[in-house]
Nanobody, 121 residues
Framework: QVQLVESWGGLVQAGGSLRLSCAASGSILRINDMGWYRQAPGKQRELVATFTTGGSTTYAASVKGRFTISRDNAKNTVYLQMISLKPEDTGVYYC???????????????WGQGTQVTVSS
């Protein structure tokens, strides 16, 4: 089994910044892509940013230029630096990881429990 634990959500005023982190632990052989998703009240979960094994990044159009995803492979951790936050960035932010597990050896998609980000106007 693998666990993803997100940290450092919170309440911030519009224009402010937050940095989310997500650490993976457990029976990990290799982590492929990692990413962040978010879900606003009454809306579907949407992709925010991804960081591939090869080092490529992708961003939702709504966050491009304001959010930066980074990754520390030695720590099995992915980060999301968010600046110039807007009220529409409010939601629960979820970490996602595509993981090869050691035992049993299998590839499985994992999600964190989510961390709340609230941006006040």
């Amino acid at each position: 089994q693998v666990q993803l634990v997100e940290s450092w959500g919170g309440l911030v005023q519009a224009g402010g910044s937050l940095r989310l982190s997500c650490a993976a632990s457990g029976s990990i052989l290799r982590i492929n892509d990692m990413g962040w998703y978010r879900q606003a009240p009454g809306k579907q979960r949407e992709l925010v940013a991804t960081f591939t094994t090869g080092g490529s990044t992708t961003y939702a159009a709504s966050v491009k230029g304001r959010f930066t995803i980074s990754r520390d492979n030695a720590k099995n951790t992915v980060y999301l630096q968010m600046i110039s936050l807007k009220p529409e960035d409010t939601g629960v932010y979820y970490c996602n990881a595509d993981v090869w597990e050691k035992a049993p050896m299998r590839r499985k998609d994992y999600w964190g429990q989510g961390t709340q980000v609230t941006v006040s106007s």
